[in-house]
Structure formats: structure tokens, C-alpha cells
């Protein structure tokens, strides 16, 4: 281990139990591998169960010796950081939309997904905030916009913890499953606002004008973590996506304020000069992947850079004012849809609570007995349908349009703000 420079590690360890196959398996086989490597911090997703968290902590604690697994929604928020540094503060932000409860196989309503962080304590950086995220999955960025606003919600909402981290003196690492490839929409927000530096991009600058030869040469050359031919359990999706699509990242940036520093004083500057994507290969001596996604690898180098070499500081970025026209313009479409959903549903809610009355009523003059069990289950399911229908409709068809409405808002505000030059 080396103060020089920090080792982290992201993966999405698809650990839904019951639901994930070969499961048990491929946690040991996780926590084994982990445990072999010399990274300062690893942070995983999608880890739900918490004996698994133990698995995995039990067997890093050697070398990382603190670790937070984070509880969020009602199955956990799947997230967990282990790193050898002191963690002084930890914090969950569940994101405003996940989805909608009625949307089970989906699932992201019920586990919460969320910004998980940990601020550790550094012996050269000081304080470094590290942050880990899953975010919403369903909803691609072809539209139409309804679907990918509950995404975006999310990114604006991690874009501006990380940004806040910053402006308060920590460097700042991400590490995460963003669902986004880039350049969409979602990545534009969370690095533009929050300045982020792409680690992936820094160390393989010209990876864009490559041409792979296969699968697995895209991985190494393109950073592709998920959907590709080569894993065994999203092989199935790589007819869609080609190669493959580069969800996973690790984002990094100083602190906001690390020029106010006197002339002449050096400090610390953390820059990626290595990003590789890593358990590529079978678990061993089973014919089956680490988990549905490759694990992304980086090496930050810390630095010493004076304070009148500002070339050197990460420039300050900003969303420009077409990406922030389009985020609104998608927020919007979203909340007009979810407005008449809530009519649809509430609807449907007035006509089940009829019927209800009226087989209650009708009941009374059945000619025949054996109708008795048929109009009884009627009756459940037209109460369980009339239950269901005023729960979405109205309480979280209000939700996710105040939801909605307070990100419109508050990017409206920001807009007005950056067009004053603040």
C-alpha cells in the first residue's frame, strides 16, 4: 500500500436474492478475488443481502479494515464501500424517483436506490469523499422522455452532492453503475455540473477512433462493462448493443476551492493514470461470469502541484443551456404523463368502488348458490384492484409529480442563476 496513489475498484455484484442466479457462488468467489488485490477502496452495488456484505467483509478486512454497508428502501439500497482509510462520516441520499411500486419486476422502487457516501480521512489528501451509486435502470435515452426522467432526477441529484463535496474542501471519488453510456444525457449532468474527470477517458484517450476485433477486445479497448458476448449472463443483450455498453465508471475532482492556497505553497492533486476493466473471466472452475457486470479498475496518482500552475486544476464545467433545456423539456413530458396516469387510474378506482356496491347489493338475489365463490372473488379482486388503483394514483401519482416539479424548479432557479454569472 502506498500513499502516492489510490487503488479503487466498482462492481456490480447482482446479488438479489433468490432472483440471482448462482449466487452464493460467485459472492465467495467475489470475496476471494477481492480479497487477493491491493485496492485502497472498493465499493460495490447491487450487494442486497447482508450476510453476503459480511462474506465480503470478513474476508478484505485485512486490508480494509473499515467498511459501511448502506440501508435504504424497503429491500436495502445494495451498496457498500471497504477501504483501508478511516471513515469519519457516512450519509445515504435515496434519489426523489426510483420507479413506481407498481412496476415489480422492475424493482428499483422497492430497494431505494440511492448516493451512497463515505468521507474518509487521508493521510496526505485530508478528507476525500467517496461516493457509490446505482442508478434507475429502465428507460432508455430514445425516448420517449417520460422514461428516462426518473434517471435524470437522479443524475442532478448526484450531480450536486458531488459538487457540494467539492465546494467543501474534500476531493471526490465516484465509483458506480450509472446505467448511462456515454455521452447521454444523464452522464452530461452528473459530469458537467459537478466538474467530474473521467478516469476511463484521461487514461485511454483515443479509445473512441478503435475498432475491436471481438468481444472481449472490446472490453480492454472500449471499457465495456455490461452486455457483452463475453460475460455468461447478459450475453443474450449483446445482439442489441454490439459490443457491449460502458455503464460503470470511476469519476474523480479536487476540491472547489484548492486555488485559494498562498503563492508559492504546493498541494495535492489526484489525476487517473490507469482504468482497466477487470473479472472478465469465468469464475474459476465454473463455467459461469463474476456477475452480470465486469468489474472497473483505476489507479489515482496524488500529485504535488503549485499553486501558480493553475493549467494544472481541474477547469471548472457547467451544464450548457441546451443540455439543461432538454433535461427540463424531458421532466416535463414526464410529469404531464404521470398527470394523466393519475386520471386513468383514479378512474378506474371510481368504476371498481361501483361495481363493489353494486355486486354487494346484487348479491341479495342470486338465484342459484354455487354463484356464491364467483362473486366472492370477484369481489377481491375488484377490491384489491380499487386499492391498488387510489395507492398509485393518488398518493404516488402525487409524489412523483411534486417530485418532478421540485427538479424543474430547482434547475429553472439554476439556469436563472448561471445566466447572472453566479
Known amino acids: 500500500m502506498s500513499d502516492t496513489h489510490i487503488r479503487v475498484l466498482s462492481l456490480n455484484c447482482w446479488g438479489l436474492k433468490f432472483v440471482a442466479k448462482n449466487r452464493d457462488e460467485r459472492i465467495e468467489a467475489i470475496a476471494h478475488e477481492l480479497s487477493q488485490g491491493d485496492h485502497d477502496i472498493i465499493a460495490l452495488q447491487e450487494i442486497w443481502v447482508y ?38 462520516a457516512t450519509s445515504v441520499h435515496p434519489y426523489s424517483l426510483n420507479g413506481a411500486p407498481i412496476d415489480v419486476a422492475a424493482g428499483d422502487w422497492f430497494v431505494g436506490k440511492a448516493a451512497a457516501s463515505a468521507v474518509l480521512l487521508h493521510p496526505v489528501l485530508g ?37 457540494t463535496a467539492a465546494e467543501l474542501g474534500r476531493y471526490v471519488i465516484c465509483l458506480g453503475d450509472f446505467n448511462s453510456i456515454p455521452p447521454t444525457l444523464p ?89 482497466t476493466v477487470v473479472l472478465t473471466d469465468h469464475v474459476p472452475g465454473h463455467n459461469f461470469s463474476f456477475s ?78 354455487w354463484l356464491n365463490p364467483i362473486f366472492i372473488l370477484v369481489t377481491v379482486a375488484l377490491a384489491w384492484l380499487a386499492t391498488t388503483m387510489l395507492y398509485h394514483g393518488f398518493l404516488y401519482g402525487n409524489w412523483e409529480c411534486n417530485a418532478l416539479m421540485n427538479a424543474i424548479e430547482d434547475l429553472e432557479h439554476h439556469r436563472k442563476g448561471l445566466a447572472l454569472g453566479l
Open 51 to 88: 450476510a453476503d456484505y459480511q462474506k465480503v467483509q470478513e474476508r478484505v478486512a485485512k486490508k480494509l479494515p473499515n467498511s459501511k454497508f448502506f440501508y435504504g428502501g424497503a429491500l436495502g439500497a445494495g451498496l457498500a464501500i471497504f477501504t483501508r482509510f478511516p471513515i469519519i
Open 127 to 163: 478528507q476525500v469523499q467517496i461516493f457509490n451509486t446505482h442508478l434507475f435502470a429502465k428507460g432508455g435515452e430514445d425516448g420517449p422522455e417520460h422514461l428516462r426522467a426518473h434517471r435524470l432526477v437522479g443524475a442532478w441529484e448526484f450531480a450536486k452532492l458531488a459538487r
Open 292 to 369: 452480470d457486470h465486469f468489474g472497473l479498475e483505476a489507479t489515482l496518482a496524488i500529485e504535488s502541484t503549485p499553486t501558480d500552475a493553475p493549467s494544472l486544476i481541474d477547469s471548472p464545467k457547467e451544464l450548457t443551456s441546451a443540455a439543461i433545456a432538454t433535461t427540463i423539456q424531458a421532466w416535463t413530458a414526464c410529469y404531464r404523463f404521470a398527470k394523466e396516469r393519475m386520471k386513468k387510474e383514479l378512474i378506474i378506482f371510481g368504476l371498481s368502488l361501483f361495481l363493489l356496491v353494486a355486486i354487494a347489493v346484487g348479491t341479495a338475489w342470486l338465484p342459484y348458490s
Open 187 to 275: 452522464m452530461t449532468i452528473i459530469q458537467d455540473h459537478a466538474s467530474l474527470t473521467d478516469a476511463w477517458v484521461v487514461t485511454h484517450p483515443n479509445s473512441d477512433s478503435l475498432t475491436p476485433k471481438n468481444h472481449l477486445e472490446a472490453v480492454e479497448q472500449l471499457g465495456i462493462t455490461a452486455d457483452n458476448l463475453h460475460n455468461t449472463y447478459s450475453a443474450s443483450k449483446s445482439w442489441i448493443s454490439g459490443w457491449g455498453k460502458r455503464l460503470d465508471y470511476v469519476l474523480y475532482r479536487q476540491p472547489s476551492h484548492i486555488s485559494t492556497h498562498p503563492t508559492g505553497q504546493s498541494f495535492p492533486v489526484i489525476r487517473a493514470t490507469q482504468c
